[in-house]
């Protein structure tokens, strides 16, 4: 890993994107259309202790489940990886599932996290503070802001299985981009007093300043600390009412998510998996609970 000496500017070293060392795209070097379906992979801790290469079973999952919904390949589908090696990644057969794979070295990946002692720069009387330590890894999907050579992109948790008819999803993107919607998200009240966001399926339109800001207020804990995740930056920056008016105007394409291994079953989110084993392999009570 590269070391990187601490920027005097800015939450990342002047460069890092043209960096191949800290940023690197494999398949198609540039955008082949306007839009792009965006998940990720990072080979850390997440919120349900998830074994690590179960995050690979994921990814194939929303990955083919969105390939079923779009089959006529009008949008770009994207992995940003993180930790994760080209090998590895051959093994889980994500290669040919993805038109781009963007490399983050997870060195750059950063994210303050917050406990119950530590002082909070802001905060909402009543917030229950949860007690999770993924928040790097959950940073990831802060850089689909960085992928400026799209019009516009969905971003979507692994744990999402895509149900939604062909052509609905890119009826979607079409109506948000032409109506210059920049940012959508889902609103959320769980365990806070005030309205946020859940970030596990969003529609953005890239830019580089917007990231500069996103990153650099995870980086520092500038936000409401609540689910100790890049949620909690987001609803920070973005006005989470007005994506009650939003999911209103714009119906949101059917998906699963976080439901259990059980019901992903019943919807056929697992149909056509490279290695139906893995599936087998998640072992324990949570585990099931929780895909």
């Not at 090696?85 to 996290?113: C, G, M, Q, Y």
């Not at 953005?204 to 995740?229: D, I, Q």
């Amino acid at each position: 890993l590269v070391h990187l000496p601490t920027a005097s500017r800015g939450v990342l070293p002047v460069g890092w994107k043209q960096n191949r060392s800290l940023f690197r795209v494999s398949g198609l070097k540039a955008a082949a259309r306007p839009f792009a379906f965006v998940t990720a992979a990072c080979k850390g801790r997440d919120v349900h202790n998830t074994p690590v290469m179960r995050h690979l079973v994921r990814v194939e999952v929303v990955a083919r489940t969105f390939r079923k919904a779009e089959p006529t390949r009008s949008m770009d589908v994207v992995l940003l990886n993180s930790g994760f090696t080209a090998l590895e990644l051959r093994n889980a057969s994500l290669p040919s599932l993805f038109d781009r794979i963007v490399h983050i070295a997870p060195e750059i990946l950063r994210f303050k996290t917050y406990t119950h002692g530590s002082k909070h720069k802001l905060y909402v009387p009543g917030t229950v503070l949860q007690n999770r330590r993924d928040g790097q890894c959950t940073s990831i999907k802060l850089f689909s802001w960085a992928l400026t050579e799209y019009a516009g992109i969905v971003v979507s948790d692994s744990d999402v299985c895509v149900r939604s008819i062909p052509g609905d999803l890119l009826r979607w993107v079409h109506k948000l981009h032409n109506s210059s919607v920049q940012f959508m998200a889902l609103p959320e009240h769980r365990h806070r007093p005030y309205m946020g966001l859940n970030s596990h399926w969003m529609w953005l339109v890239p830019s580089m300043a917007l990231f500069e800001v996103l990153a650099t207020n995870a980086e520092y804990g500038h936000f409401l600390p609540s689910t100790n995740g890049e949620q909690d930056v987001l609803e920070t920056v973005f006005y989470p009412p007005r994506m009650q008016q939003l999911k209103l105007l714009y119906r949101v394409p059917s998906h699963l998510h976080g439901a259990s291994i059980r019901d992903m079953y019943k919807k056929n989110c697992f149909r056509n998996i490279s290695d139906p084993s893995a599936i087998g392999h998640i072992g324990g009570k949570k585990d099931q609970k929780h895909w």
